[in-house]
């Protein structure tokens, strides 16, 4: 999990160099998919016997990975060609083996409909901020 939260990172600094509209769309959806993740790691930890100790260690090593994702690329603008289409890879390949075929051993279509709602939602802040901030 440190591997991808370092591209979330490398990403939403990548989005910035291109443009405020895109950095601040790919901040908002790295936020919001930051928040399930976090009670998914930490029901993982706490099933497998964990503590609170453990948790906050796992959090915080999350932190860490997304914070060296956002430095590694901010300190060179250049890295910016092949850091966004890298990170937007990770991002399709993490969707493409762990979350579609999750959804498709589930029966009935909840969890589909929660994908199809996500998509939504990035179309709608994505149009938002068109509108309200001129981005």
Not at 14 to 31: C, E, P, Q, T
Not at 90 to 106: C, F, G, R
């Amino acid at each position: 999990m440190a591997l991808h939260t370092f591209f979330d990172g490398v990403l939403i600094v990548a989005g910035f160099w291109i443009s405020m509209r895109l950095g601040v769309l790919l901040f908002l959806a790295v936020l919001l998919h930051k928040i399930p993740e976090g009670f998914t790691a930490a029901s993982i930890v706490r099933a497998a016997g964990g503590g609170k100790r453990a948790m906050n260690l796992g959090a915080l090593t999350i932190s860490l990975s997304t914070l060296a994702g956002v430095c590694s690329i901010s300190l060179n603008r250049e890295l910016v060609v092949a850091a966004l289409p890298f990170s937007a890879g990770v991002t399709v390949y993490v969707a493409a083996s762990d979350l579609i075929p999750e959804v498709n051993k589930q029966p009935g279509i909840a969890i589909s409909l929660g994908v199809f709602l996500g998509v939504f939602l990035f179309f709608v802040s994505e149009r938002l901020l068109h509108m309200v901030l001129g981005m």
